[in-house]
Structure formats: structure tokens, C-alpha cells
């Protein structure tokens, strides 16, 4: 299946799933040090707005390395805990289609150009399909990343409703 059609299936699937969630539910961390699920999507947020970033370079430049971004500050900086869930659900969902339509119109070629990814930039998952190291290899793991967190998000709602 291509990553991008998974993609907006997913997006849509969760949104449906999560928009009649009650803010108060989204903001309840299981403990101190750990993210709410309303920090979990604001980190899906982040994830989204720098791989949109990446994506998009990937295609143009040459020699592009894939940088790191500090996700606990990134999260703390934006104050995901404190805004709406609906906001940031809406907001979750729009940046996503934007990606799967970006993904779709990514040609074959371009999706098999080699990146600098550096031994940091930790891949999510050993199941994917691209060849480590190339644009569609992101492409892939954006949507496994995705997939771990939504998962987290379920985790967290179902014990405030235990």
C-alpha cells in the first residue's frame, strides 16, 4: 500500500475516532515527567511540521542532512498542555493531509534520493520497506512514528476512562 493513501486513511480514521474526546480527558498525565495526549498530538504536530519541511528540502537540495529537533522543548515551548484538544486535533488532521498529498505527488525518483540522515535520528520501527537513508524511507517512518504515537494517545484515554 502507498504510504501516502495509509496516511490520509489513518488521519481521518483517528479524527473521527478522537473529536468527540473531552478536553479534560486529553490533558491527564499518567505522571508528572510524562506527556498528556494533548502532548502527544502537539508532539504529532511538531513531527508533522518538521518533516513537511524535510520533505519538501529532500526534493530540491542537494546534500541535505536531516537534523534532530529537542521534542520535550519543542512540546513545553508550545504549551500543548493549556490549548484546546479539538484545536490541535483539527490542526493535527490538517498538517497531515497536507503531507499525504505531498507524499503522493513525490515521483519514484525522488523518493530514492540518498539523504545525510545522522546516527541520532533514531528510524521508528525495523518493518519498513525504503531503503534506510532515502526520502521514501522518511516518508515510511513518518507514517510508523505516527502510527506509535496515535497507539500511546489510545493507551492514555483509555485509562481516564477506566
Known sequence: MRTDFNLREITLQAFE????VDDKDTAVKPAPDKWSAKE???HLIDSASNNHGRFVRAQFEENLSIEGYKQNE???AQDYQNQEWQDLLIMWRQFNLLLSNLMFNTSPSKREKKLSIPNAFQ???PDLKEAPGTLGYLMEDYVVH??????????LLSQTND
Not at 475516532?17 to 468527540?20: A, N, S, V
Open 17 to 20: 475516532e478522537f473529536i468527540l
Open 123 to 125: 528510524p521508528s520501527g
Open 40 to 42: 502527544v498530538l502537539g
Open 146 to 155: 505516527l502510527k506509535k504515537h496515535l497507539g500511546q494517545i489510545r493507551n
Open 74 to 76: 519543542w512540546v513545553d
